[in-house]
T-cell receptor, first 113, second 114 residues
């Protein structure tokens, strides 16, 4: 069964802690993306990667870090430098370039206690 | 820079009536345009896309969208709304270079009332 998986579904963090959100895909897609969703603000791009071992900052990269060591995996770390991390985080993947749509995972809801 | 505007935060429609969710875009050159739907606490599901050719694009679940280049719009439509269509809808754009991620609008919440 092909698709994108994100784990965990819900994550609780204490202030000052770093947490890592997992994103895995078995669609053989080159490109992967992380978005943050807040009510009334739509989706905002955090980081994206078009090829293994390379990634670019999106519009709101401050306080976040990523790695792309394998084609199928693109984990996102929310660091303590991110001042307001409570949000719904969505991972996506696509065939690189052109008119190809992005496929989304089910999301991780992060709550800072 | 690419951008998308969804001018309505909320659209209410009676079941069985036609629905329209509006989207306008700004992009250099020709656009690639997309519509997605999101149900509560779920990821986004792809509905349809416009690449080139026929201005009327048909997609999943009976939805269609009309591309209008002169008005830079890509409105989502359905002839007869269902209660199950109630969800959050996102319009997205990418320029024809295809080397950048999709840029999304802020979303429009559709409520279909029985």
């Amino acid at each position: 069964d092909g698709g994108i998986t994100q784990s965990p579904k819900y994550l609780f963090r204490k202030e000052g802690q770093n947490v890592t959100l997992s994103c895995e895909q078995n669609l053989n897609h080159d490109a992967m993306y992380w978005y943050r969703q807040d009510p009334g603000q739509g989706l905002r791009l955090i980081y994206y990667s078009q090829i293994v071992n390379d990634f670019q900052k999106g519009d709101i990269a401050e306080g976040y870090s990523v790695s792309r060591e394998k084609k199928e995996s693109f984990p996102l770390t929310v660091t303590s430098a991110q001042k307001n991390p409570t949000a719904f985080y969505l991972c996506a993947s696509s065939i690189s370039g052109g008119y190809n749509e992005q496929f989304f995972g089910p999301g991780t809801r992060l709550t800072v206690l | 820079a690419q951008s998308v505007a969804q001018p309505e935060d909320q659209v209410n429609v009676a079941e069985g009536n036609p629905l329209t969710v509006k989207c306008t875009y700004s992009v250099s050159g020709n656009p690639y345009l997309f519509w997605y739907v999101q149900y509560p606490n779920r990821g986004l599901q792809f509905l349809l896309k416009y690449i080139t050719g026929d201005n009327l694009v048909k997609g999943s679940y009976g939805f269609e969208a009309e591309f209008n280049k002169s008005q830079t719009s890509f409105h989502l439509k359905k002839p007869s709304a269902l209660v199950s269509d109630s969800a959050l809808y996102f319009c997205a754009v990418r320029d024809e270079s295809g080397n950048t991620p999709l840029v999304f609008g802020k979303g429009t919440r559709l409520s279909v009332i029985a």
